[in-house]
T-cell receptor, first 115, second 112 residues
Framework: QQQVKQSPQSLIVQKGGISIINCAYENTAFDYFPWYQQVPGKGPALLIAIRPDVSEKKEGRFTISFNKSAKQFSLHIMDSQPGDSATYFCAASIHGSGNTGKLIFGQGTTLQVKP | EADIYQTPRYLVIGTGKKITLECSQTMGHDKMYWYQQDPGMELHLIHYSYGVNSTEKGDLSSESTVSRIRTEHFPLTLESARPSHTSQYLC???????????FGQGTRLTVV
């Protein structure tokens, strides 16, 4: 059972465009939703994260939009740059009373930003 | 830059051999994790530890075993490697009360 579903699998965007990656989750106990960026040969690195008590979080060119009722969240990369080319993973975990910290990952989106 | 290290980075080994993948972190984190990632696929949790002498199996069944004798060290062992174990293994750590998990660079294992 795939608890976190991510789309699209791959994305090609022109430099300066907006990249949008979507994720949907099933477990309503999830209370922490991070996005990780992975470049070839490296482990994932935390990009930005959100908790379900807010609907949007912005850090520089990166924005997470969160829709609790629809159980969906998305990553928007504004003014996409070739250096943003990487694989992006959404994830979810339970950090409340369960305090597990275990991450459930989406399938990943390979983003290519063309110059 | 996260202070979590994995060795070796790459390993090619024959079927039936015993291997240990090393993971060390210098951040004093109490929680550590092992994830398995096949090429182009998502990460799956195979083991985790909440502290010394604490180990639990993750969501994905794995024939590997782990130990946590020291806070900073979380090695993963395969007693008898098989081609089906070929994958990338990623170690991570986090601190109780904090949400961010830090990942190592991974070990790419190939069993021939």
């Amino acid at each position: 059972q795939q608890q976190v579903k991510q789309s699209p699998q791959s994305l090609i965007v022109q430099k300066g465009g907006i990249s949008i990656i979507n994720c949907a989750y099933e477990n309503t106990a999830f209370d922490y939703f991070p996005w990780y960026q992975q470049v070839p040969g490296k482990g994932p690195a935390l990009l930005i994260a959100i908790r379900p008590d807010v609907s949007e979080k912005k850090e520089g060119r990166f924005t997470i939009s969160f829709n609790k009722s629809a159980k969906q969240f998305s990553l928007h990369i504004m003014d996409s740059q070739p250096g943003d080319s990487a694989t992006y993973f959404c994830a979810a975990s339970i950090h409340g009373s369960g305090n597990t910290g275990k991450l459930i990952f989406g399938q990943g989106t390979t983003l290519q930003v063309k110059p | 830059e996260a202070d979590i290290y994995q060795t070796p980075r790459y390993l090619v080994i024959g079927t039936g051999k015993k291997i240990t993948l090393e993971c060390s972190q210098t951040m004093g984190h109490d929680k550590m994790y092992w994830y398995q990632q096949d090429p182009g696929m998502e990460l799956h949790l195979i083991h985790y530890s909440y502290g010394v002498n604490s180990t639990e199996k993750g969501d994905l069944s794995s024939e590997s075993t782990v130990s946590r004798i020291r806070t900073e060290h979380f090695p993963l062992t395969l007693e008898s490697a098989r081609p089906s174990h070929t994958s990338q293994y990623l170690c991570a750590s986090s601190e109780t009360g904090r949400t961010e998990a830090f990942f190592g660079q991974g070990t790419r294992l190939t069993v021939v």
